[in-house]
T-cell receptor
Framework: GIQVEQSPPDLILQEGANSTLRCNFS?????LQWFHQNPWGQLINLFY?????KQNGRLSATTVATERYSLLYISSSQTTDSGVYFC????????????WGAGTKLIIKP | DSGVTQTPKHLITATGQRVTLRCSPR?????VYWYQQSLDQGLQFLIQ???????AKGNILERFSAQQFPDLHSELNLSSLELGDSALYFC??????????????FGSGTRLTVV
């Protein structure tokens, strides 16, 4: 089955820093989403981005489907950005199940 | 508010007991998906329902069952609970069998603690 790998596994930054999180996937996909899970466990949908680039405030994401990777950019980090960032993909032949990466744990220090 | 409602938010119960988790999908969504997230783990797909019918099964234990009712809300039943069943249980919904143009929408989860 398709493999989803995220890097780095852990990231510790000072408030105000910028960061880039990467998601590699081993086969073509029909859907890719980025999620933020905050320290309270809530799962927040950041981007639906099977291809192209999207921006939402300090966050932006780019997926290059032909090269099978996606990047999540976080600029001017705030302590509220802390948590785990998950990339998840869907293939139509996987019964529409989301296949998840292991996540990047981000800690923003004040 | 994502539009997907899960109740209860927290549940503490003893081993051997049975619990029911409830999910109301976003208005207009016909598909409901259940996921389990154990401590410090990724999400594992359990089961999917589409318009009342089971459509896909993942790593769901035989002690677990689910159904989707005519009003499209879904319930996940967990029985003979074990300590290892302690986890966050998420429900997601989409308009049809696959993701919508906005992807899947997740509820805020139910945190189950088995003691």
């Amino acid at each position: 089955g398709i493999q989803v790998e995220q890097s780095p596994p852990d990231l510790i930054l000072q408030e105000g820093a910028n960061s880039t999180l990467r998601c590699n996937f081993s086969d073509s996909v029909n859907n890719l989403q980025w999620f933020h899970q905050n320290p309270w466990g809530q799962l927040i949908n950041l981007f639906y981005i099977p291809s192209g680039t999207k921006q939402n405030g300090r966050l932006s994401a780019t997926t290059v489907a032909t090269e099978r990777y996606s990047l999540l950019y976080i600029s001017s980090s705030q302590t509220t950005d802390s948590g785990v960032y998950f990339c998840a993909v869907v293939r139509m032949d996987s019964n529409y199940q989301l296949i998840w990466g292991a996540g990047t744990k981000l800690i923003i220090k004040p | 508010d994502s539009g997907v409602t899960q109740t209860p938010k927290h549940l503490i119960t003893a081993t051997g007991q049975r619990v029911t988790l409830r999910c109301s999908p976003r208005s207009g969504d016909l598909s409901v998906y259940w996921y389990q997230q154990s401590l410090d783990q990724g999400l594992q797909f359990l089961i999917q329902y589409y318009n009342g019918e089971e459509r896909a099964k993942g790593n769901i234990l035989e002690r677990f069952s689910a159904q989707q009712f005519p009003d499209l809300h879904s319930e996940l039943n967990l029985s003979s609970l074990e300590l290892g069943d302690s986890a966050l249980y998420f429900c997601a919904s989409s308009p049809r069998q696959g993701p919508s143009t906005g992807g899947y929408t997740f509820g805020s989860g139910t945190r189950l603690t088995v003691v």
